[in-house]
């Protein structure tokens, strides 16, 4: 059946276009709240280091529960998800890479790339991808361009780039030179959110299709990345698959009452220490970095009125009343 967007409106399923991304649990996993930049569009406690850096020897015992819980209880594959705050920053960020790949876990860190490249050629050996976020009002964009061609020729690297409405035509002009010269690496120009909330800030049709025509796909080395795009299915078999910014840009990112496998396919490591299931908090708080954590063995129901981050919207999602018609319980 070719794809029919309409399938997006009231899917059955929400699920991974590509079944091995299923089968991987993604801790995005926040180090601290330290950054080294202070982007105007950011909220001060995603930067101000009002938390300090998590304790290694913290982060290293949550390992342990992790490699138990799910590749011994659920056999799924670990993929850590670094960020912060700037998670590069990290003191003891060498070792917790090295102790995670000892574990068989992979490891990527979200970026903005602004420690030296003798640091990054360090780590590189230690990183199974990598996401670089262009924040223009900081980066040194000679020094990015370098940076990116670096690790594209070392791992997956994907780019995400943020574009203020008010500074469009001067970052789209960056972002289309470093789309030039780092062809290895998939690219979005990300619409940025007011206060990283579930709003997008006001870009026209006209920006947000330039936007949209400037992002691209995995290049050649990215289908090992732990995430990739959705494909949506109606009851009836209809199906489109989208890219996570899709459902954002749409506003089709409602699943109030699906089931989904947050926690299951995912968690989230506070910067003060809790763990979640994701980015939402639907499910409550499952425990504390240094504590006890009773980490689910079951999906979750849906109770809000929107999935507000990229991150999330990339988690498998049924329908419970579709799901009761599909086994003969409604
Ligand atoms: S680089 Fe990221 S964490 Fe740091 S200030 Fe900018 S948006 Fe916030
Ligand atoms: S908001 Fe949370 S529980 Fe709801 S669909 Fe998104 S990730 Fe799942």
């Known amino acids: 059946m070719p794809e029919d967007l309409s399938a997006l409106d009231r899917p059955a399923t929400v699920r991974h276009?590509?079944?091995?991304?299923?089968?991987?649990?993604l801790v995005d996993w926040m180090l601290g709240n330290s950054c080294n930049y202070a982007c105007s569009y950011c909220p001060s406690a995603l930067h101000d280091g009002s938390i300090r850096w998590q304790a290694a020897t913290d982060i290293l015992r949550f390992l342990d529960v992790l490699r138990r819980h799910y590749c011994g209880t659920l056999g799924r594959q670990v993929w850590l998800q670094f960020t912060g705050g700037e998670p590069s920053q990290h003191p003891r960020i060498d070792t917790i890479l090295a102790e995670a790949r000892a574990r068989g876990f992979r490891s990527s860190l979200i970026s903005n790339g602004g420690r030296t490249l003798r640091f990054w050629d360090r780590i590189a050996p230690l990183l199974d991808g990598m996401i670089l976020t262009y924040h223009d009002e900081f980066a040194d964009h000679a020094r990015f361009l370098d940076l990116a061609v670096l690790l594209a020729e070392a791992m997956p690297l994907h780019i995400n780039i943020t574009i203020h409405p008010d500074r469009f035509d001067a970052i789209l002009a960056r972002a289309l030179e470093i789309s030039e010269t780092v062809p290895l690496a998939s690219i979005s120009l990300k619409p940025l959110r007011i206060g990283f909330g579930t709003d997008p800030y006001a870009y026209t049709d006209d920006q947000r299709a330039r936007m949209q025509a400037?992002?691209?796909?995995?290049g050649p080395r990215g289908t090992t990345a732990p995430r990739g795009v959705m494909c949506a299915i109606a009851e009836d078999g209809r199906h489109a698959v989208q890219k996570a910014a899709a459902f954002l840009l749409t506003g089709r990112n409602r699943w109030h009452g699906y089931l989904c496998e947050a926690g299951i396919e995912s968690l989230r490591v506070h910067a003060d220490g809790r763990i979640l299931r994701a980015t939402c908090g639907v499910g409550g708080t499952l425990g504390r970095l240094g504590g006890p954590v009773d980490l689910p063995l079951s999906p979750v129901?849906?109770?809000r009125d929107a999935c507000g981050c990229v991150a999330d919207i990339l988690i498998?999602?049924?329908?419970?009343?579709?799901?009761n018609r599909a086994t003969g319980l409604a």
Do not use: F
């Open 17 to 25: 276009a590509e079944p091995e991304h299923a089968g991987v649990v």
């Open 214 to 218: 400037a992002s691209r796909g995995a």
């Open 301 to 303: 129901l849906c109770d």
């Open 316 to 323: 498998t999602k049924r329908d419970i009343g579709a799901l």
